[in-house]
Nanobody
Framework: QVQLVESGGGLVQPGGSLRLSCAAS????????MAWYRQAPGRQREWVAT???????NYADSVKGRFTISRDNAKNTVYLQMNSLKPEDTAGYYC???????????????WGQGTQVTVSS
């Protein structure tokens, strides 16, 4: 099995920064895309950012220029550096990874349990 564990959430004032981490472990042969999503209370989960195995990145318009996604392939870890945080960034943040558990196996989507980010004065 594959596990994704997020860390780094917390309470921060508007304008502040946080860095989230998500480490994948278990039966992993290969990981292609890794991504971050978020979900605020009463709202649907929304996509935040994606990074490919080669390092190509894409961002939601709401976070472009403020958030940076990166990854360490040797550690099977993805990061989300969040700067200039706003109250509307408050949400549970979830990482997602497409993982092949062995050679020639199809990639499957896995989710972490989430980490809470609260932006408030």
């Amino acid at each position: 099995q594959v596990q994704l564990v997020e860390s780094g959430g917390g309470l921060v004032q508007p304008g502040g920064s946080l860095r989230l981490s998500c480490a994948a472990s278990g039966s992993i042969f290969s990981i292609n895309n890794m991504a971050w999503y978020r979900q605020a209370p009463g709202r649907q989960r929304e996509w935040v950012a994606t990074i490919s195995s080669g390092g190509s990145t894409n961002y939601a318009d709401s976070v472009k220029g403020r958030f940076t996604i990166s990854r360490d392939n040797a550690k099977n870890t993805v990061y989300l550096q969040m700067n200039s945080l706003k109250p509307e960034d408050t949400a549970g943040y979830y990482c997602n990874a497409n993982v092949a558990v062995r050679a020639l196996a199809p990639y499957q989507s896995y989710w972490g349990q989430g980490t809470q980010v609260t932006v408030s004065s």
